[in-house]
């Protein structure tokens, strides 16, 4: 029973531990949550497994009837032909002038979203998780100026995100065929 008591209370240790936000990056301040619903490319990434060869990804997020944010990712997997699509819940931690949300997709537990830049227009965001190993660059058009890139790289690497490993997300024009909501293509 000591054995499984450890074993329980050393999971929830980890798991609670997932929700947090890396040692030196801080949210953003003055973050309205109004203005960053709706949807964003992701046009770079550090890989994961749940979006390993995806291409096309977008993020959709709008409110919840409980005050929290809806999400709704969906990606296009090349080799089986397919969309994958993960709907989840995400709620500000802190405050909600502080870019900083516990999102889950898997019932009761939660992992980081941590906005750590955004521009003044909200047409950029930079993302991580509880960890540096969690890095996203998020757009609201399938492609960015060479600028926004540059300065994402930069701020990621100042930061201590291994930017070499960087994975540049595809939108292509005429791909995968039309994505309807229930996640399949036509």
Not at 109 to 132: E, L, N, P
């Amino acid at each position: 029973m000591p054995k499984m008591l450890f074993s329980l209370l050393a999971t929830l240790a980890i798991l609670a531990g997932c929700a947090g936000i890396p040692k030196g990056i801080t949210p953003v301040r003055d973050f309205d949550v109004q203005r960053y619903l709706g949807e964003w490319y992701e046009i770079a990434r550090l890989e994961h497994s749940f979006e390993k060869g995806l291409t096309h990804i977008t993020a959709s997020y709008s409110l919840r009837e409980d005050g929290g944010v809806k999400v709704l990712n969906r990606g296009y997997d090349p080799r089986k032909g397919e969309w994958r699509v993960a709907e989840g819940k995400a709620y500000l931690v802190e405050s909600p002038d502080i870019g900083y949300f516990k999102v889950s997709f898997f019932g009761p537990f939660y992992g980081s979203y941590v906005v750590f830049d955004v521009d003044d227009a909200y047409q950029h965001s930079f993302v991580t998780g509880a960890d540096r190993s969690y890095l996203w660059l998020l757009s609201r058009t399938p492609r960015i100026k060479p600028e926004v890139l540059e300065s994402f790289i930069r701020k990621a690497e100042k930061l201590g995100f291994d930017t070499d490993e960087l994975i540049f997300v595809e939108h292509r024009a005429g791909c995968c065929g039309t994505f309807q909501k229930s996640g399949e293509k036509n």
